[in-house]
Structure formats: C-alpha cells, structure tokens
C-alpha cells in the first residue's frame, strides 16, 4: 500500500534509468497519454522539449537524452495543483490543545503538509495564513520560511488573511494586511463572513490589492445572494483577478437564485474554487458548491483540499486527485472535467502558464499507475511527480495476494513475492 509519507528521491538517478550527462535532461519513457497514446517525453530547462512515438526519442542515445524513466504502465497528466491549503494549521489535529503558532511549529507543519500534498502530485500549492490577532505575522514568517526552503520542490504561495477590518477594531487587522504584503503574501483574502461589515470588508480587501497589484482570494460561504451579487460588482474588472471559496451555501440557494448568482460571478470573472473533501476554518458549514451550475454559466471552477488534518477535519487527505473523484463520483462531472479542476482550471486560478504535454509547455508532470483517466482517479496509489523537469517524489504501491488458483485460471494481474508466511 502506499507510502504515507512521501519524500522526495535521492539526487541520484531515478531506478531504471541511466546516470545523466547533463543533469537538467529527462526523457520519460513509454508513457500513455489520455489520447490513448504511447509516447517518450523530453524535458530539459523545465520545459517540454520534445514528444514523439515510444522509442523515437531514445534513438539519439544516453548521452543526448540525459536520465531516463520509464512509465511504461503509468498515465502521464499535467501535475495538479492545490489552490486551498491552510499551511499554519495542518497536521495539529492530534495537538491535543489548542494550535501551536510557535513559529518553529509553523514551518515544520507548514513543510511536511507541502511534501505530503507534493507526494500527492500537486507542483504548486496557494496557503491561506492567519495575520493579527495572537499570530500577529509570526505565522506568515514561519510559511514564507518554509516557503524558502522547499524552492526547487514546489511552488508555495501565500495569502494573507486578517479576521477584521472595519470600525475600531479592525484598523489593526487593516495595518498588519499591508505589512503582510510588504513582507512577502503575495495574495491578500480572509473571510469577510466574520466580519460585523462584510461588505466593508471586500472593499478594504480590494483596496490593499489594488494598491500591490495582487490576486484576492477570500473565504465566503455565499449563502447570502444580495452579499455576493455586492461582492461582485466590487471585483468586476479587478485584475489580477478574484478567487472566492469554498461557496457551499450556494448550494442551498433556490435553484433560480443560485443561477442567477452565477451567471454574476461569471460576468464579473470571478474564480470559485469548491472543497469536495470537506470544509476549513474560514467557513463553519460543510458543503460543495454547485459545480455544474458554476462551469455551466461560465465560472471558472477549480477544487482545493482545505483541511488537512486540523480540526476542521481530522481526517482531511490534502490529496487532489481524491478531490477529482469526489467531483465526478458524487457531483456528476466526467473524468476529464473533474481532473481539469484539480490540474489546468486550479493553475489559472493561481495565475499559473497552461500545462499540456505538448512541446513547449512547462515540465509540470504526474504520472499515475494506469491506462485510462477514470481507473487512475479511482485507484492512483503509484505516483511519480515531476516539477520544472526533475522528479521530485515518488510514490509506489504493491498490492499482494495469496497464490489463488482461480486468478490464475482467469489471467487476472497478480503482484507478489510468493506465498505468506
């Protein structure tokens, strides 16, 4: 089964594959594309160099091709990302108390969840940290920390997040939001719900943006249609752009209210991203927001994690290819549409290039044991995760069975290493 820990290989050549001459090249091997196709892959500067037949690109010899993986049996997909990650909470739902904000603590939770969401195939990961209050900005300090030394790794963003801003008691959530920028949180958010003001809220929220030039991101549960419909009059036009989440109470909207709204939110260009997995800290209610009904009026829809082992939710994976199956096994979406949530709609909403595998694009990769999109979101344990043309984790997975003269008799596929003892 798999490893629950992923770490990332040695700086050694991959197993299977030949010592590198030049040590920025990779050729994957005999991978199988979503097209049904079997092709090699070159990378080399982080990018994708070159894709043709299995074996075409091998002829050129080692010397020329650099390392070498082989994917035979592996599906070869653009790496996700996770645009939903709480960095300075994860992993303490086994604290016993309440949550350390040592900045010690932070930096180690905030690295082992990035390395475990890495391990899980996602290249680049958006944190959403607390700022004010008793973490003052020593919980951003520890991520942007881990931030550094995970650079060559992941990509790991961060978005500043104050509980008030308006009247008396939020002037000082409003003064640590911009120190939070000027230190480094390259996206400003929170959750306006919490605020006695909401809608003072978003404008002082997109006021500090517009004067950095940032993304915005915010917690909202959209259960109040005339709050959202606000909302995004206010974003209409703001570039970067506007990310709004987890938006589950649109779930509960009437079913003409909850268009309507939509249709909003796709005008002003705003980007939902929904938790199938389960809630966060930000929004106190547990629900997926309508997806279907947010890519049909033209929403961008991306999917992140949220909790990962916090006291949202002690159990939360942080793995966004469960993400993905969530969202066609319960929401309805087909394959290919529920991975472009996690993958290609989950890097524009981070203001990530395109990944295609296709010559040209960056070398953000995951490679899934498998043949078809549905069978590796349904049982994708084997992973190899590669990240500005390198692999940078590895995860495998055997599955064992007692010799059994009936799978023989069918020819159904076996692993294993002989009898138990």
């Known amino acids: 089964m798999p490893d629950s820990n992923p770490q990332p290989p040695p700086s050694s050549s991959p197993s299977g594959s030949s010592g590198p001459a030049d040590p920025g090249a990779l050729l994957l091997c005999g991978a199988r594309l979503t097209d049904g196709r079997t092709v090699d892959v070159r990378l080399d500067g982080g990018r994708i160099e070159a894709v043709g037949t299995a074996g075409s690109l091998a002829a050129s010899g080692t010397r020329a091709c650099g390392a070498r993986v082989d994917l035979g049996g592996y599906l070869l997909l653009p790496a996700p990302a ?36 890495l391990g899980h ?132 909207l009437p079913s003409q209210v909850a268009s309507r709204t939509a249709d909003q939110l796709a005008a002003a260009g705003v980007t939902v991203v929904c938790l199938p997995q389960g809630g966060c800290a930000g929004v106190e209610r547990r629900a997926t927001a309508p997806v279907r009904l947010l890519r049909s009026a033209g929403v961008r829809v991306a999917a992140g994690s949220g909790a990962l082992r916090d006291v949202s939710n002690p159990v939360g994976r942080g793995d966004p290819l469960e993400a993905a199956y969530l969202l066609a096994s319960r929401h309805g979406l087909r394959p290919e549409d529920a991975y472009d949530c996690v993958s290609g709609s989950a890097r524009a909403a981070l203001g990530l290039p395109e990944v295609r595998v296709e010559a040209g694009f960056p070398a953000e990769l995951l490679a899934v044991r498998g043949d078809r999109l549905a069978g590796a979101l349904s049982l994708a344990y084997s992973r190899i995760v590669v990240h500005r043309g390198r692999v940078v984790a590895r995860t495998s997975a055997v599955r064992e069975y007692c010799n059994s003269a009936v799978a023989a008799e069918l020819g159904l596929p076996r692993q294993g290493r002989g009898e138990p003892s």
Not at 87 to 114: C, F, I, K, N, W
Not at 122 to 128: F, I, K, P, Y
Not at 218 to 238: C, E, F, K, V
Request: with cysteine; proline share 7%; aromatic share 2%.
């Open 121 to 252: 195939g996602a290249t680049a990961l958006r944190a959403h940290v607390r700022v004010g209050e008793i973490q003052e900005l020593n919980a951003l300090a520890a991520v942007l920390q881990a931030r550094r030394s995970l650079r060559g790794l992941t990509e790991l963003t961060t978005v500043a997040m104050p509980r008030l801003l308006t009247g008396v008691a939020g002037a000082d959530g409003l003064a640590m939001l911009r120190d939070a920028v000027k230190m480094g949180a390259s996206v400003v958010g929170g959750c306006p719900d919490l605020d006695p003001d909401p809608t003072g809220y978003v404008e002082a929220v997109l006021e500090v943006a517009s004067e950095h030039g940032c993304p915005v991101d915010l917690h909202t549960d959209a259960a109040d249609p005339a709050r959202l419909s606000r909302l995004a009059a206010m974003a209409g036009g703001l570039r970067p752009g506007v990310t709004l989440g987890p938006c589950g109470g649109l779930g509960r």
């Open 82 to 117: 996770e645009p939903h990650a709480h960095g300075d909470t994860a992993l303490s739902a086994d604290e016993g108390g309440p949550v350390s904000y040592d900045p010690h603590d932070v930096q180690r939770r905030a690295t082992e969840a990035a390395l475990l969401q």
